[in-house]
């Protein structure tokens, strides 16, 4: 009734105007409030888009970081591993891989020559030898000796001598061993310097066929130790009969001063094909360039 009363004098148009108005009030209210809720679900969502972000850039900074704790733990255990492996490889191992490298491809008949030592007359078939040319490579190539020995005679000044040895090393496939039999009044007692890297000591010159030596590791370095050389020497078609009892009876050289190669061409023959001889050889090698090697880790 009080709607009516409030309305009931006015005209159509006026009645229009005022419901006009209202609708417009209520429609900028209405939009307010919305506006009011957009904002606040705007400022909510880029809360969560900023959050989203931080979260994602978080994971992205924490990743990165895993990563390189990873990296660093890998080279970490690496470095270990690389130092435990060096720990564990020990001069003897490095002993044996020079040895089994130097013999591993060398022929039979090669390691057979590793087994002896015979003096440079023998080897080159001079009569005396106080150099080292032509003649001794042909010889070195044909036999692969294991060292020669050198007598006073082969002594004609320190100079000739160091030089001798010296032109020597480079014709020889393998390391040689150098052995001076006796005294050169010329030399100094420090004979390593002349290239001599080798000595026989404890000899025994009872007997003309066989002598038995020992060879220490190195000139002049106080070991005991040393390889058992022994002296063969008798009928030339008996010496490679000689050479193999001395070797099969705990010689780990075989010197020979004459019929060296009558000897040496025998053993071969007689070794050649026999698996257990032929082991034995490398084992006998083997044996001798651990002496070789020693001084040189």
Not at 8 to 22: D, F, H, I, M, N
Request: aromatic share 8%; net charge negative.
């Amino acid at each position: 009734m009080a709607k009516e009363r409030g309305t009931a004098g006015l005209s159509s148009r006026e009645r229009r105007r005022k419901r006009r108005v209202r609708n417009q009030i209520l429609a900028r209210v209405t939009m307010a409030v919305l506006l009011v809720c957009a904002a606040g679900g705007l400022f909510f969502a880029g809360r969560y888009v900023v959050g989203l972000i931080a979260d994602r850039r978080q994971e992205k900074e924490f990743a990165k970081a895993m990563a390189a704790m990873e990296e660093t733990g890998a080279q970490e255990t690496a470095e270990k591993e690389t130092e435990e492996a060096d720990d564990a490889y020990t001069e003897d191992d490095r002993m044996e891989d020079m040895i089994e490298a130097s013999i591993a491809d060398m022929p039979l008949e090669d390691r057979i020559g590793g087994l002896f030592l015979t003096t440079p007359e023998a080897l080159t078939g001079t009569d005396l030898a106080t150099r080292a040319g032509e003649g001794t490579e042909a010889a070195l190539a044909a036999y692969a000796v294991g060292g020669l020995v050198y007598a006073a005679s082969n002594v004609q000044s320190a100079q000739q001598f160091t030089d001798m040895i010296t032109d020597t090393i480079p014709k020889s496939k393998y390391h040689l061993f150098f052995v001076l039999d006796g005294t050169a009044d010329i030399l100094t007692d420090d004979l390593s310097v002349y290239g001599i890297n080798m000595e026989f000591a404890g000899k025994d010159d009872g007997s003309d066929t066989f002598r038995t030596v020992t060879l220490p590791s190195l000139l002049g370095d106080g070991q005991e130790d040393g390889l058992v050389t022994v002296q063969v020497g008798g009928e030339e078609e008996e010496m490679a009969d000689a050479c193999i009892e001395a070797w099969q009876n705990g010689a780990d050289l075989l010197y020979v001063k004459e019929g060296f190669q009558s000897a040496y061409e025998g053993m071969v023959e007689k070794i050649s094909g026999n698996a257990e001889l032929e082991e034995k050889v490398k084992e006998s090698l083997e044996k001798i360039y651990r002496v070789k090697y020693r001084n040189q880790l």
